[in-house]
């Protein structure tokens, strides 16, 4: 059975789903219907970012069992480990730092083959520059999106090069390149970029998933003038660094776009800077808009939108749950982008009063005032980085980290003509990220009502937890520190079970699959990725993180 074979079986697999809904009375649609399993074949899990297997073999009953199987490290620890691995048929495939790929036995972690890229050295110089967050897996070949500007398909088999194009050049758009995995639509590969941040105008990119022949490309930054005022277009930041979702039975891509720059001077882009800070969905085959809902119109904080999707039916309705980086998760209805509803998931918010829910209408905005030190929850940081929450169908929560820091800024005019190479553009004279005013800086996994943002339980952490979350039909959640334990709790009350100390924090993705007839748990470890950096004030102890980088299995015997 081959991964092309796989994304016919899930359209068939949704399309009977949907039809059982309209007899059956479920909590949620598409419950348990195989999209994972033995497999774990997209960066999600499946397109839905459910992040959530239905495998239950380990459980509440012996999770305490759960001992390692195998680990592989991938020789590079540049930024740790921020891979989410792909398993589909009883093999591996995972990317590490510097655009090392490998395929490994899902069983027993035997490399298969790797690939290590020659990189362009233009890209030891991009803040981007190092680490690569995964593949993608399909039509007998492995995509990756490279650090200095490449998308590539190797041979799923061999992992031979089969095909490679420049789709960004980093020398001439500040270090904007690829870290995380281009998204397979049918026959059409979609790549977004980084440089949100950076002096440059942001694309995504579509192509061939068989020749690499360039298919279309999207602006981010729309060709508007009352938009985009003046020269602010040709440099207006716009990315698109987190990976889209592909819905093969509505034919939809759904990505979430980055921010505008400068990031916090909004003097010189006055308009609402479409279509940053925006999610959109598109034709995949054209690149057309079906339909967008800007979350943030002329983002004035560094509030993009490259979080994951969340796919839910539930009542009849199609919807789509969506953090942003501001703290506020939006409701939509997925067929048409209409807001259903708008809930605050941060509880430190200054940068506005309030979201209208029925409009998405921002309610008194605060927005830096050039030459002014101002202080804003939350930071640039987000009230949570990209590192994804899950979904379970069987307890209908939402199951995500959240923290409370904030940034201070002063707002002050920045040279783009000599600016230092792939030097972030925040057009600022003073930036700070610290704990809340007269607060510390807090840390919390929390399960949500994924619709009315409603708590149903709570576990703190003393910092910042950075790896994704996953769920599964054993009634367990599993979320990684970054001090280096990955942790299992009770899906409905978050008691912990289990606990295992990888030695290094957590950064990257927690699957699972079954092969050889045994259901594994596999989680990246590895601290690294620029957030540390710009967290230490609030977390003086990411001063002093251990890095690292290793794949760990674990199973029950």
Request: net charge negative.
């Amino acid at each position: 059975m081959n991964a092309m074979y796989n994304r016919s079986r899930i359209g068939r697999s949704l399309l009977a789903a949907s039809a059982a809904c309209l007899t059956i009375s479920l909590p949620i649609a598409f419950a348990d219907n195989a999209l994972t399993g033995a497999n774990w074949p997209e960066y999600h899990g499946d397109f839905r970012a459910w992040a959530y297997s239905p495998l239950k073999q380990i459980n509440k009953q012996n999770i305490h069992k759960l001992k390692v199987a195998w680990i592989h490290q991938p020789g590079e620890i540049a930024q740790g480990l921020e891979s989410t691995p792909i398993v589909l048929d009883g093999v591996l495939y995972y990317s590490g730092s510097n655009n090392r790929v490998f395929a490994l036995d899902a069983a027993s972690g035997k490399e298969i083959w790797h690939y290590y890229e020659e990189l362009d050295p233009i890209q030891k110089k991009s803040v981007f520059g190092f680490y690569n967050r995964g593949v993608s897996v399909g039509r007998g070949k492995v995509f990756v999106g490279s650090s200095d500007g490449h998308v590539l398909a190797l041979d799923q088999k061999t992992g031979k090069e089969l095909w490679k194009v420049q789709l960004t050049d980093p020398k001439t758009c500040n270090g904007c390149n690829f870290t995380s995995p281009p998204v397979l639509a049918g026959d059409v590969l979609i790549a977004g970029p980084t440089g949100g941040d950076l002096v440059q105008h942001g694309y995504v990119y579509a192509v061939n998933a068989d020749t690499g022949a360039k298919a279309w490309t999207f602006d981010i930054l729309k060709n508007d003038p009352a938009s985009w005022p003046a020269d602010s277009l040709s440099h207006g930041g716009g990315s698109a660094w987190m990976p889209g979702q592909y819905d093969a039975v509505h034919d939809v891509f759904y990505i979430g776009m980055g921010n505008p720059a400068p990031d916090f001077n909004t003097t010189e882009r006055k308009g609402n800077n479409l279509y940053t800070s925006t999610i959109v969905a598109l034709k995949p085959k054209t690149g057309e808009i079906v339909w967008f809902h800007q979350e943030v119109p002329n983002d004035s904080w560094d509030f993009d939108s490259p979080y994951e999707m969340v796919l839910i039916d539930k009542n009849g309705k199609h919807l789509m749950v969506h953090l942003n980086k501001g703290g506020f998760v939006s409701v939509l209805d997925r067929d048409t982008g209409k807001l259903v509803n708008v809930w605050q998931l941060a509880k430190n918010v200054n940068w506005v009063k309030g979201i209208d829910p029925k409009t998405g209408e921002l309610i008194g905005r605060n927005e830096p005032k050039p030459g002014v030190s101002q202080t804003y929850c939350p930071s640039a940081l987000g009230a949570r980085s990209w590192n994804a929450g899950s979904f379970s169908p069987n307890t209908g929560l939402w199951y995500t980290n959240s923290y409370e820091i904030c940034n201070t800024v002063t707002v002050g005019k920045q040279d783009t003509k000599t600016m230092a190479f792939s030097q972030p553009y925040y057009d600022t004279t003073a930036f700070e990220i610290d704990a809340p005013p007269g607060k510390p800086a807090t840390d919390e996994l929390s399960a949500y009502d994924p619709e009315t943002g409603k708590v149903a339980w709570t576990v703190p952490y003393d910092k910042a937890t950075l790896a994704n979350v996953l769920a599964t039909g054993g009634g367990l959640v599993f979320n990684g520190d970054s001090d280096g334990y990955l942790h299992a709790y009770d899906d409905a009350n978050g008691k912990e079970l289990w606990n295992f100390n990888a030695g290094s924090g957590l950064r990257g993705g927690i699957v699972s699959y079954s092969a050889g007839g045994k259901q594994y748990i596999v989680a990246a470890t590895g601290f690294g990725s620029l957030f540390p950096a710009f967290a230490s004030i609030p977390w003086p102890a990411f001063k002093d993180v251990r890095g690292g980088a290793a794949l760990i299995a674990f199973t029950v015997e």
